[in-house]
């Protein structure tokens, strides 16, 4: 006779032996789910075209990046960068009820380091790609000085408005909007960059829309002895994760009464190549209120800087540390959070550094600090330049002389403003953000030297 006993050891074993049987069970099919989740990265919802220029529309198939997105309107400051949430009473002429903090305010040199110049009236922190339409638009810069539709470029998802205004045609509808005033191409775009500027709607692909940046890449390419590059085909695709950010994070300049944007790499990506061609041709933003120098206004040169460094030489691009990769469900997708690695640090520094996260922002923030700190030197340095030729001006001094000591201004001040308007505060090429600070305050010298000795050449 079976006992009681042996009975329940019976049942507790077929109860064990199925419960790992459903869990076993349950572990395939939840690796079966992963893994076809892993292979459908997004549901067609929608489908998207050409011409699906609202980014809310993308964001029925890309749920996970689209919410991404939107969050660049977090307004966050790392030591060195980043905009304070800073409120304003919004009126007719503005209605934003929140701006960045005034760098003008912060450090009053700017005002006479871009005297005559609408930075001089206004220049506030960057904010994120959320702000970057608005803040063009309502800067007081454009109550000061006629902007063109050029700035619409990198100011606004402009691949759709391009192509309506070019009849199809990418580089005709750049050309027709260069040459529109501000107010007049402000009309014709709706949103801050968006995903149809990065991505082929068909294939997801990063894909290159902005024509200055193909013209730009076309003669750097060439300087480098390679014919007719085409960026959208012969780039790579780790090439094209910082390419699609340097369509706008880069120096350019307005060329001839058309306005027409060019980037200027015919020489090369260093400040001093972009300043040998710009004597070369010609070319000045304004002239100095106070000396009189025909000076340069670098723009937001970080593709530039972030060639000169480590990071570009091991092949880490933009998007490795702005949109690190991250984990949604199986899924492997890049943060649409675009914004500083320091407020990301783990996934944007982590992955390639083994320290912790107080170390990395402490290495980051020292590196900054002294760049910082040379940045106020050079910026005295241009200031007390600035303030030398006015007065040896007013003393008198020949024309042959103060037009040597403006020269000096101007290669000095260029080479400050291209650090002062990088966004990484020397982190993306230390050693080069020094070496140009250093020649900035040596160009400062020049002009000096060349201002006392107006005596004996007068």
Not at 312 to 336: F, L, N, Q, W
Not at 340 to 363: D, V
Request: proline fraction near 4%; aromatic fraction near 8%; hydrophobic fraction near 35%.
């Amino acid at each position: 006779m079976i006992s009681n006993k042996y009975i329940r050891l019976v049942i507790l074993a077929t109860g064990a032996a199925l419960i790992m049987t459903i869990g076993l069970t349950a572990l395939l099919v939840n690796i079966f789910e992963k893994k076809q989740e892993a292979k459908n990265t997004f549901f067609r919802v929608v489908d998207l075209t050409d011409e699906t220029e609202d980014p809310e529309v993308w964001g029925k198939n890309f749920p996970f990046q689209y919410d991404a997105y939107r969050r660049t309107v977090d307004q966050v400051r790392t030591r060195f960068g980043g905009s304070e949430a800073m409120p304003r009473a919004a009126d007719e002429s503005d209605p934003r009820s929140v701006v960045a903090q005034s760098r003008l305010e912060q450090d009053p040199r700017l005002k006479v380091f871009w005297a005559g110049y609408p930075f001089s009236v206004d220049f506030r922190e960057e904010r994120g790609h959320a702000y970057m339409l608005d803040d063009q638009t309502y800067t007081e810069r454009q109550r000061v000085a006629k902007q063109p539709g050029t700035c619409m470029h990198c100011h606004a998802s402009i691949y759709v408005p391009y192509r309506k205004l070019g009849d199809g045609d990418l580089f005709k509808g750049f050309e027709r909007m260069n040459s529109m005033t501000y107010m007049e191409a402000r009309k014709l775009v709706s949103h801050p960059v968006a995903c149809i500027d990065c991505h082929d709607p068909k294939t997801m692909q990063l894909r290159i829309t902005r024509p200055a940046f193909i013209e730009g890449m076309k003669a750097l390419k060439e300087s480098q002895g390679v014919k007719d590059y085409d960026v959208n085909t012969m780039a790579t695709r780790q090439e094209m994760r910082a390419y699609v950010c340097g369509q706008c994070h880069v120096e350019y300049y307005f060329k001839g009464p058309e306005k027409r944007l060019v980037y200027p790499w015919q020489k090369g990506l260093t400040v001093d190549n972009m300043m040998d061609y710009y004597n070369e041709v010609g070319h000045k933003d304004w002239v100095h209120a106070e000396s009189g120098a025909e000076v340069l206004k670098a723009q937001h040169p970080e593709f530039e800087m972030w060639n000169q460094g480590i990071h570009s030489r091991s092949g880490v691009s933009c998007a490795d540390c702005h949109m690190p990769y991250k984990r949604e469900g199986a899924m492997k997708i890049s943060d649409h959070h675009v914004r500083s690695p320091l407020l990301n640090i783990n996934r944007a520094c982590q992955t390639c550094h083994k320290a912790s996260e107080a170390e990395l922002q402490g290495r980051a923030e020292a590196i900054q600090a002294k760049t910082y700190e040379m940045r106020n030197k050079a910026m005295d340095a241009v200031i007390e330049l600035i303030r030398d030729i006015k007065k040896a001006k007013e003393e008198g001094a020949s024309e042959s002389v103060l037009n040597e000591a403006r020269r000096f201004q101007r290669e000095a001040q260029f080479r400050l403003d291209f650090v002062e308007a990088e966004n990484s505060m020397g982190f993306h090429a230390p050693q080069e953000a020094m070496r140009i600070l250093a020649d900035a305050i040596n160009q400062v010298r020049k002009g000096q030297v060349a201002i006392r000795g107006k005596n004996r050449r007068s």
